[in-house]
């Protein structure tokens, strides 16, 4: 795995997991660091006693700067999609993330000029096919102009539902900012609309599969 994929899973697995692994880990922490300031006074330590010490605290750092990190990447994402207009490439009719109210919707937001986006649109297509009757509907949304995109999917048919930024020229920053610098970069979004997962960079068939699957 290269180093930036490494990156990608790890801020991913913050932002997914964070309120699952993050806690514990910060109370884990907390406990040890407190049961060896109790034995402090104690003579003499054992060897263990200042690399545990250490330990402790780096747990406990890190839990609340990650945690702090999950937050807030967490909140500007939510205020950042719940802003999103778009248009239907289709038929450019306006589309809202409040029309898919009781569908499962997996927004990736792409770019013809982006090469691992691509390479995922034929999974995504695939992913847009198989699981359409389950409830789940894959949107793509691109800030590039129409006739780019048109030219696009004429050499490269696509199932997925295909949308356009109402304003192309906000949403150029507002994308990268919410692709933390780049894309792809998907969105797992319930049946209630709420974010429940984030995937940074290139991903497969199954990787979607298996993100969408547990909210269907």
């Known amino acids: 795995m290269s180093l930036v994929r490494f990156v990608e899973t790890l801020l991913a697995a913050i932002v997914d997991h964070g309120d699952l692994?993050?806690?514990?880990?910060?109370?884990?922490?907390?406990?040890?660091?407190?049961?060896?300031?109790?034995?402090?006074?104690?003579?003499?330590?054992?060897?263990?006693?200042?690399?545990?010490?250490?330990?402790?605290?780096?747990?406990?750092?890190?839990?609340?700067?990650a945690f702090c990190f999950e937050r807030s990447v967490r909140g500007?994402?939510?205020?950042?999609?719940?802003?999103?207009?778009?248009?239907?490439?289709?038929?450019?009719?306006?589309?809202?993330?409040?029309?898919?109210?009781?569908?499962?919707?997996?927004?990736?937001?792409?770019?013809?000029?982006?090469?691992?986006?691509?390479?995922?649109?034929?999974?995504l297509n695939r992913l847009a096919v198989e699981y359409r009757d389950r409830g789940l509907v894959v949107l793509c949304a691109s800030d590039e102009p129409r006739e780019r995109v048109a030219s696009f999917t004429e050499a490269h048919p696509m199932s997925v539902e295909s949308a356009l930024f109402t304003d192309a020229a906000a949403a150029a920053s507002g994308t990268d900012r919410m692709a933390l610098g780049g894309r792809p970069t998907t969105l797992v979004l319930d049946r209630q609309g709420r974010i429940r997962r984030l995937l940074i960079g290139r991903r497969t068939y199954e990787e979607f599969a298996k993100a969408v699957a547990v909210y269907l």
Do not use: H, Q
Not at 111 to 117: H, K, R
């Open 21 to 65: 692994f993050l806690p514990p880990l910060f109370a884990i922490g907390l406990f040890g660091l407190i049961v060896l300031l109790r034995r402090w006074t104690l003579r003499p330590r054992s060897r263990t006693y200042w690399p545990t010490f250490a330990l402790c605290v780096w747990a406990i750092v890190v839990a609340a700067l």
């Open 76 to 123: 500007a994402i939510e205020r950042r999609v719940a802003r999103i207009s778009l248009v239907s490439f289709a038929d450019g009719s306006p589309r809202r993330l409040a029309d898919y109210d009781g569908k499962v919707v997996l927004l990736n937001f792409w770019a013809t000029w982006c090469p691992p986006c691509r390479a995922e649109m034929p999974d």
